[in-house]
């Protein structure tokens, strides 16, 4: 499967230069994304059973951990395809990225408004674990859980079915042309927070890219960052986003230091 050299993630500036400096990458459970038809499949069989449970696959755990273990055992054959996938989610971390480090909309919406960062980061780097990015899919129809009675009565559920669940938004989306990273948590470094298990990916010098900064940035942050940047990551390039003079687009040119 292809996969671009260079991935971008955009960032306020704060989250941006915080993870500049602790050179670690915080990768994300599915419960922390706010699109409520985020890695909610569909399926003829558990139409029923996810309607009672609103739109969002949370609620549907939160209804299955309160049902008696028995009586799982007696629903309909979709729950074994539903519990794969929901222990899936729980034991997976992932971060999205995207092709795209000049898109307008991204800047305004994760990027403070153009006053934050992109960063762009190597794929190839040894860090990632091999190969662990995976496109996401657009389109207007949900991915299914399974769609043939076979699919429904197997035990067994194949690793790109679940990939596909993982990678599939909606068809307005498109503009973000996304990717992901995912790996099972278990093979990811982790530090405590409170009851909380943080979970990173440890980010050399040689895996960034390029640091490009946004079209409204404020001159201390954008000083306190190559300043930082002379001293620690020299051989990091840095972009200086403006708005192109004829087009409403974005044009960038490199910061010498």
Known sequence: MYIPESLHRYFTFENGFKLIKSSKLILSSFKGFNDPFEFLPQSKYSKDLISKCTSKIRDLIQHLEKRNKEEVFFWPRQIGPIKHYLGFLENVRLACFSEMHDNILMWGHY??????????FKTSID???????????????????????????????????QYDLFCSKAECWNYEREWRFIKYKKHIPNFSVGESDIHYVEIEEDAIDA??????????????????????????????FFPDITNYSLAYEEISF
């Not at 990027?111 to 762009?120: A, D, K, N, R, Y």
Request: with cysteine; aromatic share 10%; glycine share 10%.
């Open 211 to 240: 640091i490009r900064l946004g079209c409204q940035i404020s001159q201390k942050d954008k000083e306190e960052l190559i300043n930082y940047c002379i001293k620690n990551l020299p051989n990091v390039k840095i972009y200086q």
């Open 111 to 120: 990027g403070g408004q153009h006053t934050g960062i992109v960063i762009s």
């Open 127 to 161: 860090i990632w674990g091999g190969n662990n990015f995976y496109p996401v899919r657009y389109s207007n129809a949900r991915q299914s859980i399974f769609d043939t009675d076979e699919q429904a009565d197997s035990t067994t559920l194949g690793k790109q079915w």
